[in-house]
């Protein structure tokens, strides 16, 4: 656990439904001045979101650095070392950068609840707070639950240095923790719909993400499949309430986050960043295409260096006619200006190419960051988590079917009619989960929660071994996982501050 006792943070201010973190910081608060206001209290606020767009988090690390992606693609540096490759330590910058950041967000979280009714101001503004940090603590908690295991469930400030060690949380006290909290978010932040974008907390955020929680409850390692019930619950929620459809187009969904433009419908919750860091404007830039993106050292095309390539594996799921994998898995490489097919045999010379650069309109561009958003939640992994519910629960009935059937329907994919089983279906929907959602980070929990992370990732470092010529480096990302890799370690840094932390198996 991260040992901040005093945290400085940002006071910004927001207007409408611009973006939450678009103006220029003005001053900082000291420990004695929290939250005493409704101003500073919405500041706040501000610095739990901010979390969301660090490099530790989405801004890098769970976009590029992480081995999020698993079975579909790998690091193009043959000389990279780290948890991409599954080479890391306890002692690794990302994993310990990673773990403090999440418990720097659940501090900031914990000051602003247990400030909640300090400032004079209406009940409905600090109820919206209220709902948005709860949220935001839950979240950060399920990140570390779901990446670590039994993780210290820390819930007031820390007010002073000693008597700050805390032993792990079992999971399902800390799952139970999360959905109290989501649960409680639910009945006070505002629809999407009133919200009017995506950046910030909303029913729909919570009801999907609340579907999301319990998909990974019911799955490995707590294995409590009873929970599926809960899934398929929220998900209708969701479905139901009249907000959400899918976009017609799904390289759309991509340019618009690359453009600021945001479509309610579809993407439901995603980490907003913007500018280009010149001048002196206040800019909060990420790393989204200039790290995950089409290789290219072209500056009006936008600077990438396209460290993510796909796997084989990831570019033959997909079948012909099928309108995401061209955008998905890049079929061209830039010579200069131009693009220059791949030929059908280079398969493993593909960059990730969901977020491509040349679409942004912030101009001039950065050399190095971006302004591109990145989703957390799209109403394509509702529908999904809805029919892999169902069919839990009932098998591959007409509903399951008709979920699934929706999301392939706009990738112009042939729609199913029927499986033999409940295992058949679930076979399908975990490639159409690669499919639709790959590279958005969830890929390798959702391998981990179905128990075939080892298997799959074995069979494909293989595959790379046989087959991938000048690639055959990238097999050490694959058949290097072993059991320990299920979980990242606790940090060697955390475990000499607390003793009470038990490290995880095999570390």
């Known amino acids: 656990m991260n040992r901040i006792y005093f945290v400085a943070l940002v006071m910004i201010g927001m207007t409408g439904c611009?973006?939450?973190?678009?103006?220029?910081?003005?001053?900082?608060?000291?420990?004695?001045?929290?939250?005493?206001t409704e101003e500073q209290l919405s500041n706040g606020l501000t610095g739990v979101y901010d979390v969301l767009g660090s490099n530790e988090l989405y801004s890098n690390a769970f976009t590029s650095r992480l081995g999020t992606e698993a079975d579909q693609g790998f690091y193009a540096r043959?000389?990279?070392?780290?948890?991409?490759?599954?080479?890391?330590?306890?002692?690794?910058?990302l994993v310990t950068g990673t773990w403090q950041k999440l418990y720097e967000g659940i501090s900031r979280a914990n000051l602003v609840l247990a400030s909640i009714d300090k400032p004079a101001m209406s009940d409905s503004a600090r109820m919206q707070i209220k709902g948005e940090a709860l949220f935001l603590r839950a979240f950060y908690y399920f990140m570390l639950v779901s990446n670590w295991g039994?993780?210290?469930l820390v819930l007031e400030p820390v007010t002073s240095a000693a008597g700050n060690e805390v032993a792990r949380t079992p999971a399902k006290e800390v799952y139970e923790q999360i959905v109290s909290d989501m649960k409680a978010s639910e009945g006070l932040v505002k629809t999407i719909t009133e919200m009017g974008f995506g950046g910030r907390i909303t029913k729909s955020a919570v009801r999907g993400m609340l579907a999301r929680v319990y998909l990974y409850w019911a799955g490995k390692p707590l294995s409590d499949a009873s929970k599926y019930a809960d899934v398929k619950e929220w998900?209708?929620?969701?479905?139901?309430?009249?907000?959400?459809?899918?976009?017609?187009?799904?390289?759309?969904?991509?340019?618009?986050?690359?453009?600021?433009?945001?479509?309610?419908k579809e993407s439901i919750w995603e980490v907003e960043f913007w500018g280009n860091r010149i001048g002196n404007a206040y800019t909060e830039t990420g790393w989204i295409g200039y790290t995950v993106g089409i290789a290219t050292t072209d500056t009006e095309i936008g600077f990438s260096y396209g460290f993510i390539n796909v796997t084989a594996n990831l570019y033959r799921k997909y079948e012909e006619g099928d309108v995401r994998r061209d955008w998905a898995i890049a079929p061209f490489r830039y010579s200069g200006k131009n693009k220059v097919l791949h030929t059908a045999a280079q398969l493993y010379n593909r960059n990730a190419g969901k977020w491509r650069r040349e679409y942004e309109t912030t101009l001039p561009k950065a050399p190095s960051t971006t302004p591109q958003n990145f989703p957390i939640l799209r109403y394509a992994d509702v529908l999904l988590m809805y029919a892999e519910a169902e069919n839990a629960l009932n098998g591959p009935t007409p509903e399951a079917l008709g979920a699934i059937n929706e999301v392939r329907k706009r990738a112009k994919a042939e729609e199913y009619t029927s499986f033999a089983s409940k295992e058949a279906f679930l076979e399908e929907l975990q490639d159409e989960r690669s499919r639709e959602l790959c590279f958005e980070s969830l890929r390798k929990p959702d391998l981990i929660r179905w128990g075939i992370f080892l298997p799959t990732m074995k069979a494909i470092g293989?595959?790379?071994?046989?087959?991938?010529?000048?690639?055959?480096?990238?097999?050490?990302?694959?058949?290097?996982?072993?059991?320990?890799h299920l979980l990242f370690p606790i940090p060697a840094r955390e475990m000499m501050l607390n003793r009470k932390l038990v490290q995880n198996p095999g570390w």
């Open 462 to 484: 293989n595959e790379i071994q046989s087959e991938g010529g000048s690639y055959a480096y990238a097999t050490i990302a694959f058949l290097n996982a072993s059991e320990k």
């Open 235 to 264: 998900a209708l929620k969701v479905m139901e309430s009249g907000e959400h459809a899918l976009a017609e187009d799904y390289s759309q969904i991509f340019i618009n986050y690359a453009q600021d433009k945001y479509d309610i």
């Open 150 to 152: 039994d993780v210290p």
């Open 18 to 36: 611009k973006k939450f973190l678009d103006t220029k910081p003005t001053d900082f608060l000291t420990p004695s001045q929290y939250f005493t």
């Open 78 to 93: 043959s000389t990279f070392n780290g948890p991409q490759v599954y080479t890391h330590t306890s002692s690794d910058n």
